[in-house]
Structures are given as structure tokens and as C-alpha cells.
């Protein structure tokens, strides 16, 4: 079936840090894939997607590509804050029609001032 | 306005007993799912409805019953309530392209 892995957690940076969070997938066909954020105390939100092989996503300085030939939508900003401090989730969801998110394990993220 | 919806934030109650969660959402989506996230933050799919028509049904004890009155609206009862069933669980909703919209979680805490 299909699956993600991300790395494990949690990540301890300083502000303006650099960040890459990994995540690998196995799915039949060509998944839809995202991140999506859950900050302390709230429901996740969708931070970005990409729905075929090369397209980029990107949205409050996060950024990840879908790369088909490595499996992976590797999640990486370029000036960590204090603000950006939550558990980040890899997903893909099937669209041969079951429609769910398969998740990863979601990896903790600490920005220290 | 809250998009989607979650009643109650959090529940606590004793072993054996029965309870609901009621999730509602304000965004005309077609189908709805309900995910439990245990305490190492994992999220798995429980459920998911489309147009109050069941399309998956993970392995999940029959304890866990899911109802939809209307496409709006998705709740999950659940009888004879074990220390495992301790967890968050999450109500989503989606369109066209899946992109998932999440409410706030219940926390459920069985004693």
C-alpha cells in the first residue's frame, strides 16, 4: 500500500536557520502531495502541494518539489522563525479515487530565538 | 466563521461508556473523513463519506460508528469506549483536488 516517511524529529534550530525536512513516498501511479502544518493546540493546514512530477509548491517562504525519479518532496525554507515552530506532515493522496491522505509520522520542528 | 467544526474540544470519560463527536462543515465540500491521531502524532484515516455515502471504512473496531445526516455533517459515535480509544481525532472535508480542510481535533481521553 502506499506509505511516507519523513524524518524523525524533533529538529532544534536557531532563528534564520536554513530548514530541510525529508520525506519519501511509496504509491502506485502519481500521487498527489503535500505539507501540511499543525501548530500547538490546532487542526493541521494545508501549507503547500504539488500535483505531478517537477511542479514546485510554495507558500509563506516554504518550499518543496516533487521529484518522481527519487520518490521525495523534501520540505525546505530558507530563513527558519520563531513562528514557524510545529509539527510539519508529509502526505499523498491517492487520485485513483480513495481520496484519504496517507500520512507520515510528522516531524517536530523548534525554533529557538 | 469556522470552516469545519468540532464538538466537543475535549471529552473525558470512563471506560465502558458510549460517546459522540460532531463534526460540521461550512464549505459545501462533498465528502467528509474522520482521522485519529495517537500520541506519537500519528494520523491515520478512519473514515470518509461522500455525499453521506460511506466510501472507506479502514479497520477500525464496529465500536466506532460514523453517520452522516447530511453532506454537511459527519459524526462518529462510539460505544463501549476502551483506554486505546485515547487519542485526537480529526474531522476533514474536501472538494474537487483533495486539498483537506482539517478542524480544530477532539481530544478524547478515556479513564
Known amino acids: 500500500g502506499d506509505s511516507v516517511t519523513q524524518m524523525e524529529g524533533p529538529v532544534t534550530l536557531s532563528e534564520e536557520a536554513f530548514l530541510t525536512i525529508n520525506c519519501t513516498y511509496t504509491a502506485t501511479g502519481y500521487p498527489s502531495l503535500f505539507w501540511y502544518v499543525q501548530y500547538p493546540g490546532e487542526g493541521l493546514q494545508l501549507l503547500l502541494k504539488a500535483t505531478k512530477a517537477d511542479d514546485k509548491g510554495s507558500n509563506k517562504g516554504f518550499e518543496a518539489t516533487y521529484r518522481k525519479e527519487t520518490t521525495s518532496f523534501h520540505l525546505e525554507k530558507g530563513s527558519v522563525q520563531v513562528s514557524d515552530s510545529a509539527v510539519y506532515f508529509c502526505?499523498?493522496?491517492?487520485?485513483?479515487?480513495?481520496?484519504?491522505?496517507?500520512f507520515g509520522s510528522g516531524t517536530r520542528l523548534q525554533v529557538q530565538p | 466563521d469556522t470552516a469545519v467544526s468540532q464538538t466537543p474540544k475535549y471529552l473525558v470519560t470512563q471506560m465502558g461508556n458510549d460517546k459522540s463527536i460532531k463534526c460540521e462543515q461550512n464549505?459545501?465540500?462533498?465528502?467528509m473523513y474522520w482521522y485519529k491521531q495517537d500520541s506519537k502524532k500519528f494520523l491515520k484515516i478512519m473514515f470518509s463519506?461522500?455525499?453521506?455515502?460511506?466510501?472507506i471504512n479502514e479497520t477500525v473496531p464496529n465500536r466506532f460508528s460514523p453517520k452522516s445526516p447530511d453532506k454537511a455533517h459527519l459524526n462518529l459515535h462510539i460505544n463501549s469506549l476502551e483506554l486505546g480509544d485515547s487519542a485526537v481525532y480529526f474531522c476533514?472535508?474536501?472538494?474537487?483536488?483533495?486539498?483537506?480542510?482539517f478542524g480544530a481535533g477532539t481530544r478524547l481521553s478515556v479513564l
Open positions: 463519506y461522500n455525499n453521506k455515502e460511506l466510501i
Open positions: 476533514a472535508s474536501s472538494q474537487d483536488e483533495n486539498i483537506q480542510y
Open positions: 502526505a499523498l493522496s491517492d487520485r485513483r479515487g480513495r481520496r484519504a491522505l496517507t
Open positions: 464549505l459545501g465540500h462533498d465528502t
